[in-house]
């Protein structure tokens, strides 16, 4: 029971650990093309 729980441990840091390093790079946008402000209404968008 302890290898099936360790492997399946291993198995999520090894996808979780590139996808977050992913996460923060594509987050650091240095020169945008475009910039879009929306603002969420309860019942509409605007």
């Keep these: 029971e302890i290898i099936w729980t360790l492997l399946t441990v291993i198995t999520l840091i090894f996808i979780a650990l590139p996808s977050l390093r992913l996460l923060y790079l ?3 946008s240095v ?3 475009i910039t879009m402000k929306t603002i969420g209404h309860q019942s ?3």
């Design 31 to 33: 020169d945008p093309l």
């Design 26 to 28: 594509l987050n650091e």
């Design 44 to 46: 509409y968008w605007s």
